[in-house]
């Protein structure tokens, strides 16, 4: 396809659950983010890979979330002992170099934990 | 934390322009401004961005004013497709990793 692919769209667990989350990006883009978005809040951010290295993960809210992006291209976003707290949508967005230009998002994959 | 500050909410009739404000008055002299949309269940989709200049792509407009504190996103003739989260933010580009920072943007309602 021609834009960001992240599967699954929805995802229903159960606290203390390993979920893992996937992104498709668009070919070619070099670079890669990982954002989190609550109900009624604005997407923050979580984690970037430039290729397959993982320069930034500040965002990332415990040692729970683990993401890897090893060839460069699709991602994954895990989540360990997933939380009540974990639900939300989680954004993967892509671009060739993240400069001025624009950064495309995927729809999102809706995790609710149980 | 985003620097940006926006109304929560704007309603506007359909074929009407809508015009969106943002406050920016911390922004540096080599941050853009740019404004992304959000539509329900969707990811984010850029819209514009601008230095200093006024800026027009076949979405929207972007006005920001001489002092660079402020700037409004103009939709000329909202549709109902508009109705959507618009957030506006501020970044330095080619800043490396530098992540796009949204705040709660500013939720515009497009009414028939």
């Known amino acids: 396809g021609a834009g960001v692919s992240q599967s699954p769209r929805y995802k229903v667990a159960k606290r203390g659950q390993d979920v893992a989350l996937r992104c498709d990006p668009i070919?070619?883009?070099?670079?890669l983010f990982w954002y989190q978005q609550a109900l009624g809040q604005g997407p923050e951010f979580l984690t970037y890979?430039?290729?397959?290295?993982?320069?930034?993960k500040s965002g990332l809210p415990s040692d729970r979330f683990f993401a890897e992006r090893p060839e460069g291209s699709v991602s994954t976003l895990k989540i360990q002992r997933t939380q009540q707290e974990d639900s939300a949508v989680y954004l993967c967005?892509?671009?060739?170099?993240?400069?001025?230009?624009?950064?495309?998002f995927g729809e999102g994959s809706r995790l609710t934990v149980l | 934390d985003a620097k940006t500050t926006q109304p929560p909410s704007m309603d506007c009739a359909e074929g009407r322009a809508a015009n969106l404000p943002c406050n920016h008055s911390?922004?540096?002299?080599?941050?853009?401004v740019y404004w992304y949309r959000q539509i329900h269940s969707q990811g984010p989709q850029y819209i514009i961005h601008?230095?200093?200049n006024n800026e027009t792509n076949e979405m929207a407009s972007l006005i920001i004013t001489e002092d660079r504190k402020s700037s409004t996103l103009i939709l000329p003739h909202a549709t109902l497709r508009d109705t959507a989260v618009y957030y506006c933010?501020?970044?330095?580009?080619?800043?490396?990793?530098?992540?796009?920072?949204f705040g709660k943007g500013t939720r515009l309602s497009v009414i028939a």
């Open positions: 967005a892509s671009s060739f170099i993240w400069s001025v230009g624009e950064l495309f």
């Open positions: 070919s070619g883009h070099v670079s």
């Open positions: 890979f430039q290729n397959e290295a993982q320069l930034d």
């Open positions: 911390t922004i540096s002299g080599n941050e853009y």
């Open positions: 601008g230095l200093k």
């Open positions: 933010i501020v970044r330095v580009p080619n800043s490396g990793n530098t992540p796009l920072v």
